[in-house]
């Protein structure tokens, strides 16, 4: 489509008259690559054949600019004899051409019989010695039936400037200079095929992305409409671009591969310098063509990648080679230059190695440990030092383990090689067994051990950070901790005498210390577990801060603190998120599983626990499976769904996962779902295999799992009650168990084998422990076992009370077996069915009441008296009475007995 060449076609169309006037003239139709040049002569080719012209017509292209007279025998090919044969010239051999003066000769042969249009397109690449007869003939054209037409590409230099300056100096040359389109030619250009309306649209566009080259516009067009109409750069598009850089300067193609391969961020002398051409002059002609923006940049993203699938793997390996040299003696950033060197797959430079570890630790800090693994990868196989090359791989198998442990494993056999060997420092040693260790690989994980032990024995001493290792290993995996625990030093005192051993890996020595006070003091481990979270900060190039975290939030669960570990855990979720940690993301969520497990809200224990597996392939987990797992199971099965527990139960899990403390959790989590069940002879087994697993790894004293508890109540359901006393009262004797969610389990049980009246009173305190620990499932039981002693005792009104209440909080828990079986067991389950618990017609009328009134009438729906409720909140009973007046009043009810059980939840959170 001949768009804004209607003055070209007219002044060809005057040297076309002045020809069959007998007034030979030359025309050079001159522009940029792929701007319709060649459109254009055809156009004019085709109007002077049907004015009787005979078209002698010549193409030239770059491969035959060294053949000589190939473009003057593409001509002749055309001329053939003259007479009546001429119709079939083209199967004619070309005649031999000695000179100038046998082409002058020929072509006035057949002039005679007709006026004669040479054609030759792309110029610029003619072979000189049929430029030079072109030339020649050129100057005789004055008297004859004769006309030229040529088309050069200004991109492209000239084979011979003398003879091309020496033709644009000719008398009566005709000078066409041909251009891009503008905006109102690229609409009219569009308008044929997309509709005016349409073409207006989308003319910004396409002037953007082609900048009013025809070819572009033409191929741009085509991908619009074959991807139903977004305005989205195509395959047509490219190879129309690609076509103008081989048809163009050689610089402008290498300019461009330059471009692509330094990517956007390239500048003018890194280009210059790898292009190996002037940047100024190419890019201005190659924006002049519409080839890329005046900044000099590509058009849209799509060509640089169109331009790299261009090249030959060993051209584009060898550029960005060259590429990675040239920014690295310019100073650029690592990153920088690593790209490179990842991209043409090879690090051969004696720098190469250490710029590629500078750029895994700068992705590494910027959360991206996909990149910072592919520069380890090409680190460690550039290596030329074994002990150098293990050490990468070490950092490697960490960065791959922050992302997916099951990737990481394929790193192992050789790192237990390298430590074999003794390549490995502490550092990477201690990494490598703790990778085995959650992979299941006990055995060589012991090995390791062994030989880190063997060398601390060899130098006489164990260093802080081998005893670090020795007593995380006392919490996480105590089957392979020395027998004999080694003491965390303590802190350095001003002025005292304590020593304190260096540390490389200052969140490995936190996770030690955590482990040591839990062993010791559980309260002095909780202060101690909240300021390891307030310091923390995730980080990959620390290698244990993960592990601290970890440990320091089961500290807070086990110490009752579930409120404060659920904050502590969402945080972390959401850090492991942003870095880009599912590995760690996923360990958090199956420990904020737990914690919900512990606060009786089971939906979310099961929600989080499939989060946790959906985030991390079960098969990645290793040994940790047990957390997510025994989560799941629990809450499962408290909600009634057997057939879910049996299936989360019935998972493959590593067997080593038993001589961890995950194994202890999933034991409970059996002997739980054996319960309720009423497998109780199984749930025994399990309960007491915990505490066989733990007096052998020598952790009785305050031990991850309290398995007494549930082997009491396993007791108690098989009739067993002298032993149960026996297992409640070693529970409750244990050192640290005199307060928390452990004992009051323990009372509950103690209740039950006890006379009513004393029951009561153990049950109440059990009620204010787990109240305190904020365990409402264990609370529903307790109020459920007061209910039934109260109605013992003769209390029936009390007993109803606290009936509903513990209905109410199993349903809040969907706790739904408890519900039925406080249902069954109550003497007002019909009562209880066929009357719902009142409510108040308007529950906003809940939010006007105060704190302390909030409070009172809290512990009154618990069925505290007034004289008790004065005395929890240290108040005289008259300050209750008129606090429940306004309460009443408030909430538009007569009595205490149509208190909303929804207000019990609120009295560990009130005033």
Same mark, same amino acid.
């Given at each position: ?505 200052? /969140?490995? *020595? =936190?996770?030690?210390?955590? @482990?040591? $006070?839990? &062993?010791?003091?559980?309260?002095? #481990? !909780?202060?101690? %577990? ?37 904050? /502590?855990? *969402? =945080?972390?979720?959401?850090? @492991?998120? $942003?870095? &880009?940690?599912?590995?760690?993301? #996923? !360990?958090?969520? %199956? ?321």
């Amino acid at each position: 489509m001949l768009v804004e060449r209607e003055e070209h076609l007219g002044r060809l169309h005057r040297v076309q008259e002045a020809a069959l006037a007998g007034r030979g003239r030359t025309a050079l139709v001159e522009g940029p690559s792929a701007t319709g040049k060649t459109e254009l002569l055809h156009a004019f080719a085709d109007r002077a054949e049907a004015a009787g012209f005979r078209l002698l017509h010549a193409i030239c292209s770059r491969p035959e600019r060294t053949r000589a007279h190939a473009v003057v025998n593409q001509l002749l090919r055309y001329a053939g004899p003259p007479g009546p044969g001429a119709a079939g010239a083209h199967r004619i051999p070309p005649p031999t051409v000695r000179s100038a003066d046998d082409l002058w000769a020929a072509l006035l042969e057949r002039s005679a019989e007709g006026p004669v249009l040479i054609a030759v397109d792309d110029v610029q690449h003619a072979d000189e010695p049929s430029l030079r007869m072109l030339l020649h003939l050129s100057h005789r054209l004055r008297s004859a039936r004769m006309a030229m037409v040529f088309t050069d590409n200004t991109d492209v230099p000239p084979v011979n400037l003398q003879l091309r300056a020496e033709l644009l100096r000719q008398a009566g040359l005709t000078r066409l200079k041909v251009s891009p389109l503008g905006e109102a030619g690229v609409t009219a250009f569009l308008s044929p095929r997309l509709g005016p309306e349409t073409a207006r649209r989308l003319t910004p566009y396409f002037h953007t992305t082609t900048g009013g080259n025809p070819l572009l516009l033409a191929a741009l067009v085509d991908d619009w409409e074959d991807s139903d109409g977004d305005e989205a750069v195509g395959p047509s598009y490219c190879l129309a671009l690609l076509s103008c850089l081989h048809r163009g300067d050689e610089a402008a193609l290498a300019l461009a591969r330059a471009l692509a391969v330094l990517g956007p961020d390239a500048d003018d002398d890194t280009v210059a310098a790898l292009a190996e051409a002037p940047v100024e002059p190419t890019v201005r002609a190659m924006t002049a063509a519409g080839l890329l923006r005046p900044d000099g940049r590509f058009r849209h993203p799509s060509v640089r990648q169109a331009v790299l699938d261009d090249l030959s793997s060993r051209e584009l390996s060898v550029l960005h080679r060259r590429a990675a040299r040239l920014l690295y003696d310019s100073a650029a950033p690592a990153g920088r230059v690593a790209r490179h060197l990842l991209d043409a797959g090879r690090a051969d430079e004696p720098w190469a190695v250490r710029i590629l570890l500078e750029a895994a630790d700068h992705d590494l800090l910027s959360d991206r440990p996909a990149a910072a693994a592919v520069c380890l990868e090409l680190a460690q196989r550039s290596s030329g030092d074994l002990t150098e090359r293990a050490e990468i791989l070490a950092r490697l198998a960490h960065t791959e383990f922050q992302s997916d442990p099951g990737t990481a494993a394929r790193s192992l056999q050789q790192l237990v090689t390298a430590d074999r060997a003794g390549r490995l420092r502490f550092p990477e040693s201690a990494l490598l067994v703790r990778q085995l260790l959650w992979h299941g690989r006990s055995e060589e994980a012991a090995e390791a051990l062994g030989r880190l032990r063997a060398a601390a024995t060899a130098r006489g001493d164990a260093s802080g950070e081998e005893t670090d290792l020795e007593q995380w290993l006392s919490w996480a995996h105590p089957a392979l901790a020395r027998p004999a625990r080694i003491p965390v030093p303590g802190p350095r005192r001003p002025g005292g005498d304590t020593v304190v051993a260096l540390r490389s890996e200052p /969140w490995l *020595e =936190r996770a030690a210390a955590l @482990a040591g $006070e839990l &062993a010791r003091d559980r309260q002095v #481990a !909780v202060e101690r %577990a909240e300021q390891v979270l307030w310091d923390l900060r995730l980080s990959r190039s620390a290698y244990w801060s993960e592990e601290a975290a970890l440990l320091a939030l089961l500290t807070l669960v086990h110490g009752d603190r579930a409120d404060s570990a659920a904050e /502590w855990c *969402e =945080r972390l979720v959401m850090d @492991a998120a $942003e870095r &880009a940690t599912p590995t760690w993301q #996923a !360990v958090f969520q %199956a420990v904020r599983a737990e914690i919900a497990v512990r606060q009786g809200d089971l939906a979310a224990a099961v929600e989080r626990g499939h989060s946790a597996l959906e985030l991390l392939p079960a098969k990645s987990w290793g040994v940790a499976i047990g957390l997510p797992l025994s989560s799941l199971v629990v809450a499962t099965t408290r909600m009634g769904r057997y057939d879910d527990a049996l299936r989360h139960l019935s998972q493959a899990v590593p067997q080593a996962m038993y001589e961890s403390w995950y194994g202890l959790l999933f034991l409970q989590a059996r002997g739980i779902h054996h319960l309720a069940t009423h497998h109780h002879r199984a749930a025994l087994g399990d309960f007491l295999s915990c505490g066989e697993l733990q007096r052998k790894w020598g952790v009785q004293a305050l031990g991850p799992v309290p398995w007494r508890a549930g082997a009491a109540e396993a007791c108690i359901r098989l009739g067993n009650t002298d032993r149960a006393k026996q297992l409640v009262h070693e529970q409750l004797s244990r050192p640290g168990a005199s307060g928390g969610r452990a004992r009051g389990i323990a009372l509950r049980l103690y209740a039950a084998t006890c006379a009513p009246g004393r029951g009561l009173q153990l049950l109440t305190e059990a009620l204010e422990l787990l109240e305190s620990a904020g365990d409402r499932f264990e609370q529903a039981r307790v109020l459920g076992d007061m209910s039934r002693l109260y109605n013992a005792v003769g209390e029936q009104r009390r007993a109803r009370m606290l009936f509903r209440q513990s209905l109410h909080v199993a349903k809040a828990c969907g706790a739904q077996p408890l519900a039925q079986e406080l249902l069954a067991g109550s003497a007002d389950s019909g009562a209880a069915q066929q009357a719902p618990v009142p409510v108040p017609e308007q529950h906003g009328s809940v939010r006007e009441l105060t704190g302390s009134e909030m409070r009172v009438a809290s512990l009154a729906v618990m069925g505290y008296t007034n004289r008790e409720i004065a005395a929890k909140l240290f108040v005289t009973p008259s300050t209750v009475e008129q606090h429940l007046t306004r309460v009443y009043r408030k909430l538009k009810i007569q009595r205490r007995q149509d208190l909303p059980s929804f207000l019990w939840p609120n009295a560990s959170k009130a005033g």
